[in-house]
């Protein structure tokens, strides 16, 4: 079928007719990285991680975790869970002019897992989108750090407030 302007030859499928590479020249582009780095980014490996493992640019890692982030749906690994840490953290996506974004997220200590999150700022509105989602599943205990905006929409009875409670959270922020 020729070559590309890359001159690596370029083949036909003769049963469907698409064109291809035997050989991708970027990592980036071949399609068995791309489905590794969203494997990667659900097991909790960080940007760099994978741009190291895998050989990608991480412009790669994120633009992938940016178009998938429309597409992945949470699917909590219970029904019933007995605690729950919440935390917030922050990244810019795409270009830093384009400002923070923020993440609120639950996430469960024992099943090692992220049960619901919400992208929003960190207002008390973001934090009841959030709890709204939890309230679809059965949690005994909602463990946040000492913002305001945790104390104004989270249950009282339910809620536990301190560092001491969010220690395993904080350890997946850090990673």
């Known amino acids: 079928m020729g070559s590309k302007t890359n001159d690596k030859q370029n083949f036909l499928c003769r049963s469907c007719g698409k064109q291809f590479q035997n050989s991708y020249q970027y990592a980036g582009a071949d399609p068995a990285n791309k489905k590794l780095i969203y494997i990667m980014l659900l097991r909790n490996c960080g940007v760099r991680d ?9 412009y790669n890692v994120l633009r992938s975790l940016k178009n998938s982030a429309q597409r992945l749906n949470n699917i909590a ?7 729950i840490q919440i935390n917030e953290l922050w990244t810019y996506v795409g270009r830093q002019k384009d400002g923070k974004v923020w993440l609120l997220y639950a ?9 619901v999150y919400v992208k929003g700022d960190r207002s008390a509105k973001t934090v009841d989108k959030l709890y ?4 679809q599943i059965e949690v005994e205990e909602l463990c946040t750090n000492e913002r ?14 301190g560092k001491e409670y969010t220690k395993h959270i904080e350890g997946v922020n850090t990673c």
């Not at 994978?50 to 991480?58: A, F, K, R, S, Y």
Request: hydrophobic share 35%.
């Open 107 to 115: 996430y469960s200590p024992k099943y090692n897992e992220i049960v």
């Open 148 to 161: 305001p905006a945790f104390q104004k929409m989270l249950p009282i009875a339910k809620h536990k407030e």
């Open 50 to 58: 994978i741009e190291t493992i895998l050989g990608v640019n991480c």
């Open 132 to 135: 709204q989602k939890l309230k």
């Open 77 to 83: 690994h219970s029904n019933h869970y007995l605690s």
